[in-house]
């Protein structure tokens, strides 16, 4: 039962488990008034308990459903519907505390249109709601109650987005976070690449200098004794000017090896990119054995993938993403796609300006395609560039 539970919640913001708590309270607290009501409003029964259901049904509908799906603005009608359902139990039921539900109605509202449109429709809404209830079921004080639960309708849509202003800077902040890890990873890679790079320089300008003068003069020596005919002397000088050529060929093939392996592991940073991305499982898939030439070409690929990320969360409503990185002979593929929906003309904003301008800094190309109702982006960078 317990595992259930923690199952459901993490699928449910605590918001979201509030309000269906606080809608469940008022369907108890109504059906335990109603045997106290009158003959007409318990004849209604039947439709009060429909409503209510509708209520919650519409409320999932319009707080849950993938707003770029296939089923395009349904939230919204979702939202509307749920407004309906509780002015019909309004209409049927007259109990002072219904308004509870438009309360809660009012906090979602931020999630669909500006503070200040926001702020219009309840205020809107409360005076269409207490007209028709007064009018309805001819209540005193019907002004002072209205005002009452206006000035909770507004609070809760302060609450909201205050709520939803925490929330976005909790995911900027993450995904700084997340950015500046990724970074941390390629500079560190860079920092040695550098170091390596100046190891491999000084044994080649130096220890190589002095050893190839060093089997110059043996060479010289080994001619000397046998000019002068010294045998002896001739057999040892060989042996060392043959143990220093062989000394400056490993100190050759070792400088060789050293510039050979610094290309720059992209993986790790991608790893620390995508970790922790709220709302979305990100799958990645990186060629093994990827040999990235340069700093500024594995930054720019972190880059692109963040940027697609982000243009991922924000527009298309996707639940899943994938990224791979492949090489092909002295090119680099980019791939990402996900499983939301783009539209049908598409029009590059922002995000997908950028992704274009960082690939065409570094002489690659870009390639946005519509597949399966998602949007597939296809980067391929020259993998030739030098620090």
Same mark, same amino acid.
């Given at each position: ?22 809608? @469940? ?10 045997? /106290? ?122 609450? /909201? ?60 020596? /080994? ?81 692109? /993938? ?33 499983? @939301? ?7 590059? @904003? ?13 002489? @690659? ?23």
């Amino acid at each position: 039962m317990y595992k259930a539970i923690a199952k459901i919640s993490q699928h449910c913001e605590r918001l979201d488990v509030l309000a269906v708590v606080t809608w @469940g309270l008022v369907l108890a607290i109504s059906l335990y008034a109603l045997p /106290s009501q009158t003959a007409n409003v318990q004849a209604n029964t039947l439709g009060i308990a429909i409503c209510f259901a509708a209520y919650i049904v519409c409320f999932f509908g319009a707080t849950k459903l993938n707003k770029a799906s296939l089923f395009g603005r349904a939230h919204q009608v979702f939202l509307g519907l749920q407004l309906a359902s509780a002015f019909a139990i309004m209409l049927m039921l007259p109990l002072d505390f219904i308004p509870i539900l438009t309360i809660i109605w009012a906090g979602m509202l931020i999630n669909f249109c500006r503070f200040e449109t926001a702020l219009l429709i309840i205020i809107a809404l409360v005076v269409v709601w207490f007209s028709l209830y007064g009018w309805r079921w001819q209540k005193d004080h019907v002004l002072l109650t209205g005002s009452l639960y206006g000035t909770f309708h507004i609070f809760s849509l302060l609450m /909201s987005q205050q709520t939803q202003k925490a929330k976005q800077a909790s995911e900027q902040a993450n995904e700084l976070n997340r950015q500046l890890l990724a970074t941390q990873q390629l500079l560190t890679q860079s920092t040695k690449q550098h170091e390596r790079t100046r190891i491999a320089r000084e044994l080649h300008d130096l220890l190589g200098h002095h050893l190839t003068a060093l089997t110059i003069n043996l060479q010289v020596s /080994s001619h000397l004794c046998e000019r002068d005919g010294n045998s002896a002397a001739k057999e040892k000088v060989d042996e060392s000017y043959a143990l220093a050529k062989l000394l400056l060929s490993d100190v050759r093939e070792a400088v060789s090896t050293i510039k050979a392996n610094q290309a720059i592991d992209v993986q790790s940073a991608i790893e620390a990119l995508v970790a922790g991305v709220p709302a979305l499982k990100v799958h990645h898939s990186i060629q093994t054995d990827i040999q990235l030439d340069s700093f500024e070409l594995a930054n720019t690929l972190v880059r692109i /993938s963040q940027e697609a990320i982000t243009n991922t969360l924000r527009h298309s409503g996707a639940s899943e993403f994938w990224l791979s990185i492949t090489q092909q002979r002295d090119e680099i593929q980019l791939k990402i796609y996900d499983n @939301g929906t783009a539209p049908a003309k598409l029009v590059a @904003g922002n995000g997908l300006s950028g992704i274009t301008e960082r690939a065409e800094l570094l002489g @690659g190309t870009v390639n946005f395609n519509r597949e399966n109702d998602g949007l597939t982006i296809v980067v391929n960078l020259p993998n030739h560039i030098r620090q």
